[in-house]
Each structure stands twice: as C-alpha cells, then as structure tokens.
C-alpha cells in the first residue's frame, strides 16, 4: 500500500501544551500537506511543505520535513480546544493531483 | 458563499440500488476529485478530472461512474450498492498542478443497508 502512517494515532493533551504528530511516507514527493478534519466534517488545507524545504511555520504551526528519511512533523504549540481534530499529512508526486493520505492522528486537547 | 458543496450530506439505501451524489465548486478550478473516507478513516483517491477529462482512475470498481458536465461539477453514480460502499464520499477541487492545495467539499455519509 502507498499509504503513509501517521503516529501517534492518537493524542489526549491539556490545553496549553505542545501536540506533536509525526508522518512517514513511501514514496518520492514533489510536496508534503497537512489537513485538519472537524468530527464529521470535511478536510481544511493547514500547511504545504516542498520537497526542497526542510521547515515551514504558519502561525502555530511548525512543520518539519526530512526526505532521506521520508518522514514530517507537524508541531501545534499552545494548544487550545478547538484544535481537537483529526490531522492527516498527504504527499503528492505528480501533476494528476493525487494525494496520498496517512493514517491520520486523532488530537484531543482538553480545556 | 460555500467554495464545494456536495448533495445530499446523508445517504441511506438498501444494497442493489443505484445512487448519485452531486458535486459543485465555484472557485473557478480546473481540476476536481472523488475521495473515499472508511469506517477507520482512511482516505483514499478515487477519481480526478482535469477540465471535464477523466485524469485519475484508482482501480474502483466500474459499479462507480464519475460525470462531468462541466468543470464546476463532478458527480459521482453509483450502481448495484454493496455493503461495502459503506463510507464518506468527499469531493475536492484544486487549481491544476502538484503544488495546489485541494479544497474539500463537506462530504456525503452513505449507508447501505
């Protein structure tokens, strides 16, 4: 399978803390994304991150990407409680636009 | 306002029976795509059409037909449902070209019983 993993797969943290989500991918990419799902929504775009890039930051975000190990992180500094979500990272290679997501990582940040 | 809408949000229906879920985006983007969510939330491609033509097809079964008519629409029909198709159908769209975002519709639960 080209999926990626994702780890944790899940997260329970206090509001105010750091939440960090770790992906590994398989195969080679021309850019890394991060998306958020809402419980019972669609995906929102967080983040893109280049293959030639090695850190990004966006707000509270911070995602890192090391591609001879294939893997990224997405750190969210001070948690609040609306960043309980589902996190995914997704890879694409080519121009056909086709994301290849990971496993996903459930965060729970309680108030 | 809404940037990609999807009808109808819930979809239950009984196994044999053919459904269509519509898709609609007013972003002006060229490329749209069908994404299956599973019961464990995996997300997985299914389609994707660039300007009305078919651009990616994932090994889905033919039972799935997706239907262009225009670049703003991307439908998806469903024949003979099987249990299995049980998952959340999310449409996306994009502006051409690996370095888009993809902008996610809402999504379509659809339950067959």
């Known amino acids: 399978s080209q999926q990626g993993e994702e780890d944790p797969q899940a997260l329970s943290i206090q509001e105010g803390e750091n939440a960090t989500m770790n992906c590994s991918y398989k195969?080679?990419?021309?850019?890394l994304q991060w998306y958020r799902q809402n419980s019972g929504r669609g995906l929102v775009h967080l983040i893109l991150?280049?293959?030639?890039?090695r850190e990004k930051h966006s707000g509270r975000l911070r995602v890192t990407l090391d591609t001879s190990k294939k893997s990224s992180s997405l750190l969210i500094t001070a948690s609040r409680a609306a960043d309980t979500a589902s996190y995914f990272c997704?890879?694409?290679?080519?121009?056909?636009?086709?994301?290849?997501f990971g496993q996903g990582t459930e965060l729970s940040v309680k108030p | 306002d809404t940037a990609v809408s999807q009808t109808p949000k819930y979809l239950v229906t009984q196994m044999g029976n053919d459904k269509s879920i519509k898709c609609e985006q007013n972003?002006?983007?060229?490329?749209m795509y069908w994404y299956k969510q599973d019961s464990k939330k995996f997300l997985k491609i299914m389609f994707s059409?660039?300007?009305?033509?078919?651009?990616i097809n994932e090994t889905v079964p033919n039972r799935f037909s997706p239907k262009s008519p225009d670049k703003a629409h991307l439908n998806l029909h469903i024949n003979s449902l099987e249990l299995g198709d049980s998952a959340v159908y999310f449409c996306?769209?994009?502006?051409?070209?690996?370095?888009?975002?993809?902008?996610f519709g809402p999504g379509t639960r659809l339950t067959v019983l």
């Open positions: 996306a769209s994009s502006p051409w070209g690996t370095t888009n975002e993809q902008f």
């Open positions: 195969t080679s990419i021309n850019n």
């Open positions: 991150i280049r293959s030639n890039e």
């Open positions: 997704a890879t694409i290679w080519d121009q056909g636009g086709k994301l290849i």
């Open positions: 972003l002006g983007h060229d490329t």
């Open positions: 059409y660039n300007n009305k033509e078919l651009i």
